[in-house]
């Protein structure tokens, strides 16, 4: 899996960090670590100006290839990491045709810079001359494009969009919008390191994973659904925040699992900050508990 190999290279490369702050490096960082020098005793918000604002143009030539920040690769790109990475709503917030907009796609995916996540939804028709309800005629599965670096998912949903200003030295909007959204950044990184370390825990049991990733149909979202080979289903919710999870946070997903039809054989949940008692002294087999140190099977 790329984003463990990724992490894992830039967690070396910085061996000073501590989990915690390599994540939130890696998050803006990561597909870079060779070609910069960073202080990393300052806090990130510091970091983010003195690189981002201070050295813009260090870092402009940094997004390979340069042509990336042109039309229409630049609309693309800002689109799939400001959204929900939707194929054909990546499209519709580029302005673009299918046509021109698959053949963009099919080269960004050939360059290495996006990859295709692709939807596990079971198709509306399950054969042909099926009816479908009428509100769901023009519903479309889509797959989900995905950066394969931090860095460029960075630089498109934060960086580019104000590069006029920060050319001309000017940083105020820039550094808003980031410390406000910051945390879309880490909050998938993380999804996306869970999913590689739940992966990992099952391999070291001695149980295969089919199929794992980020999961979404018609009803609802799911941070991680994993298929074993014995065909169980785990389903898991990621909390990157500064409080820990308590059992609501398992009701919620249980009764998100129950509207979307799925038949879960176990729940995992990861927590930055931990669980609550009452979930630590659940004795249930059928739940997973894994907090930021269990990351560490990643290096």
């Not at 099926?130 to 519903?139: D, N, V």
């Not at 200003?165 to 550094?175: I, S, T, Y």
Request: with cysteine.
């Amino acid at each position: 899996m790329h984003i463990k190999a990724s992490f894992k290279r830039f967690h070396h490369y910085f061996n000073y960090l501590t989990l915690e702050q390599s994540l939130e490096y890696f998050s803006i960082l990561g597909g870079i670590e060779e070609n910069i020098e960073i202080d990393f005793f300052d806090d990130l918000f510091s970091m983010v100006k003195i690189n981002f604002v201070d050295e813009f143009k260090k870092f402009q030539n940094l997004v390979s290839p340069s042509y990336l920040i042109e039309s229409p690769y630049r609309e693309i790109l800002i689109a799939v990491a400001r959204g929900d990475g939707k194929f054909y709503s990546v499209l519709r917030k580029a302005r673009l045709s299918e046509s021109i907009g698959e053949q963009v796609i099919e080269e960004l995916v050939d360059l290495g810079v996006l990859f295709i996540e692709k939807s596990r939804e079971t198709p509306l028709k399950t054969y042909p001359k099926q009816k479908i309800k009428k509100h769901l005629r023009s519903y479309r599965i889509q797959d989900k494009l995905r950066f394969n670096e931090p860095f460029l998912r960075f630089w498109f949903g934060f960086v580019e969009i104000y590069h006029k200003e920060l050319e001309a030295g000017k940083g105020d909007r820039f550094l808003a919008n980031f410390q406000k959204h910051y945390e879309r950044l880490r909050t998938l990184v993380y999804e996306q390191l869970c999913d590689a370390m739940l992966v990992e825990y099952f391999t070291q049991q001695g149980i295969g994973i089919l199929a794992s990733g980020s999961y979404w149909n018609q009803y609802s979202e799911f941070d991680i659904l994993a298929v074993t080979d014995q065909k169980k289903i785990i389903l898991g919710e990621c909390k990157y925040k500064d409080r820990k999870v308590c059992k609501n946070e398992l009701r919620k997903l249980m009764a998100k699992a129950e509207q979307s039809g799925l038949n879960v054989d176990t729940y995992a949940l990861f927590s930055k900050s931990g669980f609550s008692n009452e979930l630590l002294q659940n004795k249930d087999e059928k739940l997973l508990l894994f907090d930021l140190n269990d990351l560490k099977l990643l290096l």
